[in-house]
């Protein structure tokens, strides 16, 4: 199970850490991924990283702004998000796919597990 946190009101040009704590059997690990949804727009891919935090992925509108970590020792994965753009306000989930621990996806699809969602809003 996961469960993301850290979301809250930001001014424009600001930052923010979310987190995302997995919670129950790991197994051989699992790529972690977060994703957003705006009102009224689907669900858009942000960022990804492989259970060794050897590899790591962005969607094209948040890289270079947002940083993809983990701690697997406790089982947690941050978003960094810097310089915010009112664009960024979403709610953001975080997402395990448990059949891969070291190759990432960008399609919603791939990912088995989910957690309830934190909204980021970012004021202009």
């Known amino acids: 199970q996961l469960q993301a946190s850290g979301g809250g009101l930001v001014p424009a040009g600001g930052s923010l850490r979310l987190s995302c704590a997995a919670s129950?059997?790991?197994?051989?690990?699992?790529?972690t991924a977060w994703f957003r949804r705006a009102l009224g727009k689907g669900l858009e891919f942000v960022a990804a990283?492989?259970?060794?935090?050897?590899?790591?992925d962005y969607g094209a509108s948040v890289k270079g702004r947002f940083t993809v970590s983990r701690d697997n020792g406790k089982n947690m994965v941050y978003l960094q998000m810097s310089s915010l753009k009112p664009e960024d306000t979403a709610v953001y989930h975080c997402a395990a796919d448990v059949s891969y621990s070291e190759r990432i996806f960008r399609n919603a699809e791939s990912y088995d597990s989910w957690g309830q969602g934190t909204l980021v809003t970012v004021s202009s």
């Open positions: 129950g059997r790991t197994g051989s690990g699992f790529v």
């Open positions: 990283i492989t259970w060794s935090g050897g590899k790591t």
